[in-house]
């Protein structure tokens, strides 16, 4: 039976543990790390068991095997990463970082069962997810980009914003896109921009 695919890109502790996120988790709210995990059970609690999906978790290729994800690069807050399939990237961690290089959309479909809808999360919102969800647009896939799962999860925690477990609809508050929360008209204006003619992005309601 054809089941729909749950992506997340780079569970890494060299991503989660970026130097970005260090003034958030000095914040008295919750440390970072408890950050991590509720983000791991959002995950676990729309894609896991008995969601209807299947999760795969795309990793860097190990430096002495390129064909072999590096499981050693797995970071141990993300315990929902340890259930499902992993895939590899075809590119190293340093390839990708220091060279500048991108895995190929691509060769990571073709490690996927057939599927006709695949949600993506992970590292970077704008960037490799972006990327992987337009390579799945472009081989006829239905892509949606959950960002409640990517590295943007942070970002709205570390401006107080609430992440529900579950998902109903998107609005602009959800994004800090508010004029009441600070968001002056012209960055309200260009969120909305970058997001049109992209359907892989979520509907946001004003």
Request: include cysteine; aromatic fraction near 12%.
């Amino acid at each position: 039976m054809e089941m729909d695919q749950y992506l997340f890109l780079f569970p890494v502790r060299e991503y989660l543990s970026a130097g970005e996120y260090f003034s958030f988790a000095m914040r008295d709210i919750r440390s970072f790390d408890a950050e991590v995990g509720r983000m791991d059970r959002i995950i676990r609690a729309r894609y896991g068991r008995g969601s209807g999906y299947e999760t795969n978790w795309l990793l860097f290729s190990s430096p002495d095997d390129r064909c072999a994800p590096d499981l050693s690069s797995l970071d141990a807050r993300m315990p929902e990463a340890m259930k499902g399939r992993m895939l590899v990237s075809g590119v190293t961690f340093e390839e990708c970082t220091r060279e500048e290089r991108y895995f190929d959309p691509d060769h990571v479909l073709s490690q996927l069962p057939r599927t006709g809808r695949l949600v993506l999360g992970g590292f970077h919102d704008a960037d490799c997810v972006e990327r992987m969800a337009e390579g799945a647009l472009a081989a006829g896939i239905d892509a949606t980009i959950d960002e409640d799962t990517t590295d943007m999860f942070f970002h709205r925690r570390a401006l107080g914003i609430r992440v529900p477990v579950k998902r109903g609809e998107w609005r602009l508050s959800d994004f800090g896109m508010t004029e009441r929360q600070g968001a002056p008209e012209w960055m309200i204006d260009s969120f909305k921009e970058v997001r049109r003619g992209k359907p892989y992005r979520v509907a946001v309601r004003s």
